[in-house]
């Protein structure tokens, strides 16, 4: 892909099958759509965060591009309790609008054009590609380092991924760092889904950060972790993120983004500080993902769908082993919407991904219908 072929926005080849969920009336179930295709939060936005915004709408002044003080002191703070990353200073951080447009634009903030690769997981969010578009770089989709092309500028880890939950040990995150050194190569590693731990190891022991001492040592040369507020505070409207690291890559985006005036609004700072101050709203929310995660698997499993990694994250990565087009279809007859795994890389024909983020009687709904479904089969 180059710049100026970027594709037509994918969703919009899900029309058809929204429309054909909307007209279900699954097993007499009249009670409409149940939509996982979007990991778009459906909580609410915890109330102290609404309050810290609140209190700080006389925002006269032009914000920091930085972050205030508060902002960047709570972002060293909680990289060390809750990610087991010690020592790192403000120089280290700086917050951005949202992840997304960090990821879509940090090829071009770094500098990358033609001639340049841009490696992302072969099940990938979407973006890492546009990215690498947008600055004219080449997109290569390889998951082993050994299979990484020497032209590689940028690696994109996922962990936990998108969509497919997969997360990767210290030992996988630090010959991922090793490799990339080894190619001149920065690592940024897209990590937003870290608190939502559910099987193996992960149910009961941190994910690790790509800078954890465990994978760089005392060296975080060239290395980046990327972080949205998004998932874990139901902040997805605030546009709310952060990136951490090598602090002479972090000068080097903060000066390209004060120049572009890419600033975080004063309240929205604020707001963050109040989220990243308090664990125990984000406890929470893990618990209405998980208990919507314990409904769904089994039903998608007694409804002849296999869950393929999906043990950490967001999503259900999921195949009953036909085309995508033809399960997305079939669930759509059902009035459940999910999304294609073609969406996430031409490696996976055959995979679907359902998002936990919907209501907890819209999980039940489609839990009900997958059952019954399955009692046909």
């Known amino acids: ?24 009336e699954p097993f ?34 032009y914000p920091q591009t930085v972050g205030t003080p508060a902002l960047r002191e709570a972002i060293v703070a909680w990289f060390e309790r809750r990610r087991g990353v010690p020592g790192l200073a403000t120089q280290n951080v700086l917050p951005t609008i949202g992840s997304k447009e960090l990821v879509a634009f940090l090829p071009f903030f770094l500098g990358l054009g033609e001639g340049d690769a ?21 997109s290569v989709a390889a998951d082993h380092p050994a299979d990484w092309p020497a032209n590689t500028r940028l690696v994109w880890l996922n962990s936990p991924g998108n969509p497919d939950g997969r997360v990767l040990s210290a030992v996988e995150l630090a010959a991922a760092v090793s490799r990339a050194r080894e190619l001149g190569a920065v690592v940024a590693s897209d990590e937003c889904y870290a608190e939502l731990g559910w099987e ?22 060239g290395v980046l972790a990327v972080y949205s507020l998004s998932k874990q505070s139901n902040l997805a409207g605030y546009r709310a993120a952060f990136i951490a690291g090598d602090p002479a890559l972090i000068a080097r985006l903060t000066t390209v983004r004060k120049h572009a005036g890419l600033m975080l609004p ?23 993902y998980r208990a919507r995660r314990d409904l769904l698997v089994p039903a998608l499993e007694a409804a002849g769908f296999r869950i393929d990694r ?28 999910a999304g294609p795994g073609v969406f996430y890389g031409e490696h996976f024909p055959q995979h679907v991904r359902l998002s936990l983020t ?10 009900s219908r997958l059952r019954a479904f399955g009692e046909t089969l």
Do not use: C, F, K, N
């Not at 004063?266 to 209405?288: N, Y």
């Open 28 to 61: 007499g179930d009249t009670t409409g759509v149940v939509d996982l295709s979007i990991g778009s939060p459906v909580d609410p936005t915890p109330e102290l965060i609404r309050r810290a915004l609140a209190d700080a709408t006389d925002a006269h002044a």
């Open 200 to 221: 193996g190891p992960w149910r009961d022991e941190p994910i690790p950060s790509v800078l954890d001492p465990r994978v760089t040592g005392d060296d975080r040369t």
């Open 358 to 367: 919907a209501t907890d009687e819209r999980i039940a709904a489609a839990a």
């Open 1 to 24: 892909m180059a710049l100026g072929e970027l594709p037509d926005y994918p969703w919009d080849l899900m029309a058809p099958y929204v429309a054909r969920a909307g007209r279900a």
């Open 266 to 288: 004063s309240p929205l700072q604020a707001a963050m500080v109040a989220a990243l101050g308090d664990d125990a709203h984000v406890a929470a929310q893990r618990e209405r």
């Open 310 to 337: 999906s043990e950490a994250g967001l999503y259900l990565w999921a195949t009953e082993g036909r085309d995508a087009w033809e399960s997305i279809g079939r669930l759509a007859d059902l009035g459940i919407v």
């Open 118 to 138: 841009v490696v992302h997981p072969r099940a990938a969010y979407p973006t890492y590609a546009i990215g690498a578009a947008l600055a004219g770089a080449q």
